[in-house]
């Protein structure tokens, strides 16, 4: 579980960071030390001020049995249980899941995670001096507050779906006033996140990493497989259900075994995506008339499939869609501390519609000077920089762009930013080569707010999730003339589309931008590079902007050149 870091108070986000940013290890997971020390440095709090902690959990499994075997397994047997999971595991290798087998893997799982709460509580006391009680959420308790609590609705139905969260794929909600009541779990054997995964691995990608690169390869391909794969994952009973009676490795081999030896991974990722959006919709379809509130909340790994969210706005019996931001596993801890603060029946804090997701470390001219001349580049003070990059964009250079506070969630959104006009649809091909990338979805564009009617189809209902970049729209005719690069080949594109009050300075590139061109959108892409997180520092940005592949620089009011040269391009 990637690991991380939010810090609320009085039910206000103060500050959220994801641990990857700090360690530069792309989704890093286990105990986010570094989380921990730079929201309390940078948000001047002192151990002893926390009032209360919560930790969501992810390999937990509540049985009698299982907690009757606590107080042997909680001794330090660390290498006995190590041993105990890798022969379950081998053996759900070569024999498949027997309903015994999948039991007894939860189970194990379950103990390890349990242990881990005491190596937790460990840590949090003995290296960091925290006094405050500490708690421990369920994973998909979890992931269900953080949709709730940002996604300003009183009333709600909210539905989690994601890989494996203690024991389960998927949890529904009705929630009233802060008041949540369960409806319906999914176990995590029984997960379409998980099939996906699997297609994930067998299309050549690294499972639980790079789903969205099938996600982008099934615009290319032909769903000739979905009756295939729905011999495995299907909807049934108001749930999803694992037909194929395998999981993990064995789940693998019995795909391969399944498909033809001349498959084309295009098709196969095609059949996948189909699956998962018949799955999810006919699922959410189903608990959306059940509980008759048609405003929904979501969260969970699976919700990072920006088409699945897509065909979820699109259903007739959903008014109004809202995708947590940080809808993978990097929410948890936001989603744990407001289970803790403000779920139950003495909550006093209030959903509330987030305005933007600036919540990470911010760095002042100071520190940036400094990074500049430890670097050793050079780069000259611009005061109406949002009106160069603006121009330098125009003129078709990519211009990274490093100011304000770090975006929480995987998405950068303009903070951490690489910008280019959306004109060239050959973009997608050289700066993702320059980029080290290999991507099957264009890039994604920000769009001014005001234009964006202009730009997209079927809007209604899709402005608050289209903020933060989580889901697709069709595009115009308008939009696919003007800005081909952003266009998929199925005529969609993820926008995020940006306000003036959201990010005054970031609005006023896009906006300069428009005053040159006529166009209300650039393209918007993560800066960092191949296969490293997102930029945190200006050390970071500077030692990826001389990594290659970018023209520009600018870092607050600093702009640095490329010092190799940067030929003007036109397109
Ligand atoms: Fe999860």
Same mark, same amino acid.
């Given at each position: ?85 890798? %022969? ?52 998909? /308790? ?37 008041? /949540? ?221 490093? %100011? ?38 264009? /890039? %994604? ?20 999730? %289209? ?77 990826? /902007? ?26």
């Amino acid at each position: 579980m990637t690991g991380g870091v939010a810090l609320l108070e009085d039910g206000r986000i103060l500050y959220a960071i994801h641990e990857e940013r700090l360690t530069r290890e792309k989704m890093a997971t286990g105990f986010p030390s570094e989380s921990i020390k730079k929201a309390l440095a940078d948000t001047g709090t002192r151990p002893e001020e926390i009032g209360a902690i919560a930790v969501a959990t992810v390999n937990e499994f509540f049985r009698e049995k299982a907690i009757a075997y606590d107080g042997w397994l909680l001794r330090d047997q660390a290498p006995l249980k190590e041993a105990f999971l890798n %022969a379950a595991s081998a053996v759900n290798r070569t024999f498949g899941a027997t309903p015994f087998l999948q039991q007894s893997y939860y189970e194990l799982k379950s103990l390890m995670g349990r242990a881990r709460r005491k190596s937790i509580e460990t840590h949090l006391r003995g290296d960091f001096g925290f006094t405050a009680p500490i708690k421990f959420i369920n994973h998909h /308790f979890a992931h269900a507050c953080s949709a709730y609590f940002t996604s300003g609705l009183g009333d709600a139905t909210v539905i989690t779906m994601d890989g494996a969260g203690d024991n389960s794929s998927s949890h529904v909600y009705r929630v009233q006033d802060g008041r /949540f009541r369960r409806l319906h779990n999914i176990s995590s054997f029984d997960s379409v996140g998980n099939y996906y995964a699997y297609i994930t691995h067998i299309c050549g990608f690294k499972a639980q990493k790079h789903e969205g690169k099938i996600t982008g390869l099934a615009a290319y391909g032909e769903p000739i497989y979905a009756g295939l794969l729905k011999q495995f994952i299907a909807y049934e009973n108001a749930g999803t259900v694992n037909k194929g009676g395998v999981f993990y490795w064995a789940a693998v081999k019995a795909l391969e075994k399944a498909l033809p030896a001349s498959y084309k991974r295009e098709d196969l990722a095609s059949s996948m995506q189909r699956v998962l959006e018949e799955v999810g919709c006919a699922y959410i379809d189903h608990w959306i008339r059940t509980t008759e509130c048609s405003d929904l909340a979501l969260a969970g790994g699976v919700f990072a499939n920006v088409k699945l969210n897509q065909r979820i706005h699109e259903l007739k019996s959903v008014r109004s869609l809202f995708v947590h931001p940080g809808m993978g596993d990097e929410g948890l801890a936001l989603g744990a501390a407001f289970a803790l603060a403000g779920a139950g029946s003495e909550n006093t804090v209030r959903p509330e519609k987030l305005s933007d997701v600036y919540f990470g470390p911010e760095y002042g001219e100071r520190e940036t000077q400094a990074a500049i001349a430890h670097e050793g580049v050079e780069a000259g003070f611009v005061p109406d920089i949002e009106r160069r990059v603006a121009e330098l964009i125009a003129q078709g250079h990519v211009v990274a762009r490093f %100011a304000g506070k770090m975006e929480y969630g995987p998405r950068a959104l303009g903070n951490r930013s690489i910008l280019y006009q959306a004109t060239d649809p050959k973009v997608n091909d050289w700066l993702n080569e320059r980029l080290k990338r290999s991507e099957f979805m264009p /890039f %994604a564009p920000v769009t001014l707010e005001e234009y964006a009617g202009q730009c997209y189809e079927n809007l209604e209902g899709g402005r608050y999730p %289209a903020k933060f970049m989580t889901m697709t729209f069709d595009c115009t005719r308008w939009m696919k003339e003007r800005c081909p690069a952003v266009v998929h080949v199925d005529g969609t594109a993820r926008p995020q589309l940006i306000d003036r009050e959201t990010n005054p300075s970031y609005y006023r590139i896009v906006d300069e931008y428009r005053k040159i061109t006529g166009l209300p959108s650039v393209i918007n892409t993560s800066f960092n590079m191949h296969e490293e997180p997102i930029v945190c520092s200006p050390g970071d940005a500077i030692r990826a /902007f001389l990594d290659g592949g970018l023209d520009y620089l600018a870092v607050g009011n600093f702009l640095l050149e490329n010092p190799a040269g940067v030929p003007p391009r036109t397109s």
